[in-house]
């Protein structure tokens, strides 16, 4: 009796296609939850499963924060995210994505433009050649006696008072 009982079990599991063995058994794959960080002006958190889109991500910040979706640069990872699943983007558990408004770039004015630039505005000044320095005390006398008294032409001595050269 115990034998019909288990085979009418097992012919009645095989024609229902349920299977009742752990090993067996298959449950409907869904997708896995997962949480993220996402980081704004606050941080938030956020339930999200592998299908999820980047642009879902920024319709979330645009409700809480609200920041425009399309005014809004998504990083993960030091990395900016475009659109696509985050799958694709190797966004695992726990990870946190860095949202920011984008900022405008363009053409600076002004003296920010030249920043760190100074070496190449400045123009190339050469050394000067140091002065001689002026003699001082003993040496200074010896050069006014000199300059006076020994400077001959033609070996004539010439006069204090001279204005010859």
Do not use: W
């Amino acid at each position: 009796m115990y034998k019909l009982c288990v085979c009418l079990f097992l012919l009645h599991a095989r024609e229902s296609k349920r299977h009742f063995f752990p090993e067996q058994a298959t449950q409907p794959e869904k997708p896995a939850n997962m949480q993220l960080f996402v980081r704004a002006e606050q941080t938030h958190v956020l339930d999200v499963d592998e299908t999820t889109c980047v642009s879902d991500v920024r319709s979330f910040v645009e409700s809480v924060e609200g920041i425009p979706a399309s005014e809004q640069y998504v990083t993960f990872a030091g990395r900016p995210l475009v659109d696509g699943p985050l799958s694709a983007f190797d966004v695992t558990e726990l990870a946190t994505l860095n949202v920011a408004p984008r900022v405008r770039g363009g053409k600076v004015h002004g003296s920010l433009a030249r920043a760190g630039k100074v070496k190449g505005q400045t123009p190339k000044v050469e050394k000067q050649e140091d002065k001689k320095k002026a003699k001082t005390g003993r040496a200074k006398r010896r050069q006014q006696y000199n300059n006076r008294f020994n400077s001959t032409a033609n070996n004539q001595k010439r006069s204090p008072n001279s204005n010859s050269a």
